[in-house]
């Protein structure tokens, strides 16, 4: 990703969660799988995988900015500010949510 190889991210990502994980290592998996579809503009497809991912880690406090930078993009600010609020509920320290 430090690349931006999006493309090359995205298929090793998914290869990586067709195989077993430990609940952490998918969950973050999830995670960069979404960064990635939101620095490609596959906004639909992050939002999706972000909410995979909060069921299986609920208090994920990332994903909720993620969620909020993805709503941003898709310019909706009243999603993004509910899921920034979460965010900073749930983890105080981000500073991206509070901006």
Request: glycine share 4%; net charge negative.
């Amino acid at each position: 990703m430090q690349g931006t190889r999006f493309s090359e991210a995205a298929v090793i990502l998914r290869a990586l969660l067709e195989t077993p994980l430990s609940l952490e290592n998918e969950v973050e998996a999830l995670y960069m799988l979404a960064v990635v579809q939101r620095y490609t503009r596959q906004y639909d497809s992050a939002l999706h995988t972000l909410q995979a991912l909060l069921t299986k880690g609920p208090d994920y406090a990332r994903a909720c900015q993620e969620q909020g930078h993805t709503y941003l993009a898709m310019n909706e600010p009243g999603p993004a500010r509910e899921a920034y609020s979460r965010a900073v509920e749930l983890n105080p320290a981000l500073p991206a949510s509070w901006r």
